[in-house]
């Protein structure tokens, strides 16, 4: 053990320097001295150190902190310290040494730039390069900030790139194919489940041409600048440069990585656009909408301000309502659109959005918001696709179900909050995998033949276990349960972020165990066309030259996938509402990034704008209609409505309307309700958009006018009682 402390000590200086102060904004969105940044947190400057004498060189009064590998454990040993602690995203105090020791402050920087776009895809694959590869699963095009690999080492999805372990001095590449004034680099090390590869210092040139190099140099002492790195795979790593450099070309060249590992990286690079005054490059592209939406990131106060905004722009077909609260007591908001707010109008469907299930994926929360000002002002301008939208549809949008980890990433920043932090809740709780396993309890009654006339296939009730108070379910999924009961949703989608791919139940495996297995619910015709239907009109699925975000290529299968096909999820909020409700649910997974940057939200949403209002028409598909009593022709509320073929019925709302998504077709429905006969009819689904109409009229059974009689307390008429007596007759 000591041994092994010991040889790691010479790599110490390498780690060490991963402290800092506050200083200036990552995103370049705020000055120095604001408390808040629009697309991210504030993030501290971070100054280049002298490099060093040798790879074991170091001051043995620096505050290190050494991670010894072993047995895949990390053991943390800390050594004096000279300085103070600061945030372990930043790399070093604002401050250059000289070479007789003296400290020197950093003059004041202007703001960081926006990200390049390593992490969104935004560069392609083509403008990276490096010196040496270890494999193809390693090679440039991996070496992108929170790229996540596959499960295998060494396949064609690794996570990072790695140099030659032969390649004494590697390099990392990227061309930003325009002149661009780089500001700073961002970097982890190897997303791997078997192997801890990072690089704990690295050196910066830049050039114009690829042949001719210049470097980033320390102020004081104009020595090439060392910028320290990771000492984890995972934390991303901030580095500002001591000053901004104009170039097309730059270049990351490690100088130290950890003992026994290669030099892996995964970047990203703080750039911004410069006009070409001799028009040698074409125009980058810009990022923008014609939509005048507001397009930043909104923490808990912004998102309410904004809501309340909307509300009061549109009063008349708008109404906020708070569905609970998180464990830290932040409410859960809703944003209700149409066109009689508050109200449940017969035959008009239910239909919403949920996003911020895991905090630190955005995008989805952004777009929701997005989405409620667009309805708005579309609306006010007349437009009349939004407007039948919200005529005959009830539509509610929940943007954040977790306010308490979105916080935590917001507070982080878009560019450093890593790929899992603020995903679950305050209590540690992932929501995705909170909601009640309904699925079990089905397929063992289906396998003891006892679905449906024993069990039902739908609405399924809660276990005993889950409704326990000791029960290990939070808050947020508690309000949402209960949310689900009170409103006879229809359609739903669950908004994701990491991926680029819609995901349809069921999302467990019926095999018990398996990792992942091909597991359809009996409207599999149904869920692929609504995931088909959103992955279709989506502009960066329909890209055909983009390329898989992290380790599978979904565009080989019109990216949708069966979830429990892609990997497990027991408890999620999908196979839940389909099985305790009416409300046949998708995930969907817009980005790659799952906190974009700001300056990109323009083109996600024109990536998703048609999807999302073309996904919630499609609550028009199939029957609707109301089930009522023949003889009073009032709506009969819990009947049930089973289609011939398909095991998995709905039921009528309070007052007896029914939506039953389905695809075109023709079908048997029959309608059904406790103490009335039932009927059947038959109904056709083209193809062309419905709704189409299939109500029914169920008469009494005489055992049930007999109840209602008798609990009026009136004589039971003779043609009645004859009637009952000769029934009672064939019985015997």
């Known amino acids: 053990m000591w041994g092994l402390l010991l040889a790691l000590a010479a790599f110490a200086p390498a780690v060490g320097p991963g402290l800092g102060a506050p200083g200036t904004s990552v995103l370049g969105l705020a000055p120095p001295a604001a408390t808040e940044a629009r697309g991210s947190t504030l993030a501290p400057q971070s100054s280049p150190v002298q490099p060093p004498a040798g790879k074991s060189n170091g001051t043995s009064e620096q505050h290190v902190r050494i991670r010894i590998v072993k047995k895949k454990k990390i053991i943390m040993k800390k050594r004096k310290k000279l300085t103070r602690p600061g945030p372990l995203v930043t790399a070093k105090p604002p401050v250059t040494t000289t070479p007789s020791g003296a400290l020197d402050p950093l003059e004041e920087q ?43 080492d060494g396949d064609l999805y690794d996570g990072a790139w790695c140099a030659e372990e032969q390649d004494t001095e590697p390099w990392f590449q990227v061309d930003a194919r325009h002149p661009t004034r780089f500001s700073g680099i961002i970097t982890q090390g190897r997303n791997s489940v078997w192997r801890y590869d990072w690089v704990t210092s690295y050196k910066v040139q830049f050039s114009n041409d690829s042949q001719t190099w210049w470097g980033s140099r320390n102020r004081s002492s104009g020595t090439d600048a060392v910028f320290p790195a990771n000492s984890d795979p995972e934390t991303p790593v901030l580095n500002l440069l001591p000053e901004p450099q104009v170039a097309r070309f730059i270049r990351l060249l490690p100088q130290n990585w950890l003992q026994g590992g290669t030099s892996c990286l995964r970047a990203e690079i703080l750039a911004c656009p410069i006009s070409d005054p001799n028009d040698l490059f074409p125009k980058a592209p810009e990022l923008e909408s014609s939509d005048p939406l507001d397009f930043r990131h909104h923490n808990y106060k912004a998102m309410r301000k904004l809501m309340k905004e909307v509300n009061e722009k549109c009063p008349n077909i708008t109404r906020i309502y708070s569905i609970g609260k998180s464990h830290q007591g932040l409410k859960l908001y809703v944003m209700e659109m149409s066109d009689q707010p508050g109200e449940h109008e017969l035959g008009e469907p239910e239909v919403r959005y949920v996003a911020g299930m895991h905090g630190n994926e955005a995008l989805g929360r952004e777009l929701v918001l997005l989405l409620m000002q667009f309805l708005c002002h579309e609306f006010l301008r007349g437009d009349p696709r939004v407007t039948r939208l919200l005529t005959e549809t009830r539509i509610h949008l929940l943007p954040s179900m977790n306010p308490d ?60 276990y889950y409704t326990l108070p000791n029960a290990t379910v939070a808050p947020e999924t508690r309000a949402v349960i209960e949310w689900m009961k009170r409103i006879p949703f229809v359609l739903s989608a669950n908004l994701h972020g990491g991926e680029l791919v819609v995901s349809y139940p069921f999302d467990m495996t019926r095999t018990p165990w398996a990792a992942r297995e091909l597991t359809p619910t009996p409207d599999d015709s149904v869920f692929r066309w609504l995931s088909t239907v959103y992955a279709g009109t989506n502009r960066a699925m329909q890209d055909p030259d983009r390329r898989p975000c992290h380790n599978q290529d979904f565009s080989l299968h019109g990216n949708i996938i069966n979830g429990a096909d892609w990997h497990t999820v027991p408890g999620s909020m999908n196979d839940f ?149 000769r029934l009672r007759g064939q019985k015997h």
């Open 110 to 152: 202007e703001p960081g730039c926006p990200p390049l776009g390593l992490e969104s895809l935004r560069v392609s694959d083509s403008q990276l390069e490096a010196s040496s590869s270890q494999s193809f699963g390693l090679g440039p095009h991996r070496g992108r900030l929170n790229i996540q690999s596959g499960l295998e």
């Open 405 to 464: 980890g979105y916080e935590t990433a917001f507070r982080r920043g878009s560019e450093l909050v890593g790929w899992a932090e603020g995903r679950w809740n305050h209590q540690g709780i992932d929501l995705n995998h909170n909601f009640a396993d309904l699925n079990t309890p089905l397929w063992e009654a289906e396998d003891d033949g006892l679905v449906p006339d024993t069990v039902p296939n739908h609405h399924l009730p809660l276990p005993a």
């Open 577 to 725: 509402s389909y099985l305790h409700t009416n409300c046949f649910e998708i995930t969907v997974e817009l980005s790659c990034d799952k906190f974009p940057h700001e300056n990109e939200l323009p083109q996600e949403w024109e990536n998703n704008k048609d999807a999302l209002l073309t996904y919630l028409e499609q609550v028009r598909m199939g029957i609707t209609g109301v089930v009522r009593d023949k003889d009073t022709e009032l709506g009969i509320a819990d009947a049930v409505i089973a289609v011939d073929g398909i095991n998995h019925d709905v039921t009528t709302a309070w007052g007896g309307d029914y939506w039953r998504l389905l695809t075109p077709g023709d079908y048997m429905v029959t309608a059904s309700a406790e103490g009335y006969h039932t009927a059947t009819r038959s109904c056709r689904v083209p193809f062309e958009e419905g709704p189409v109409p299939c109500n029914f009229h169920l008469t009494k059974t005489p055992k049930q006018r007999l109840r209602e009689l008798l609990a009026a307390g009136a004589k039971v008429p003779p043609d009645l009682r004859r009637r009952l007596e």
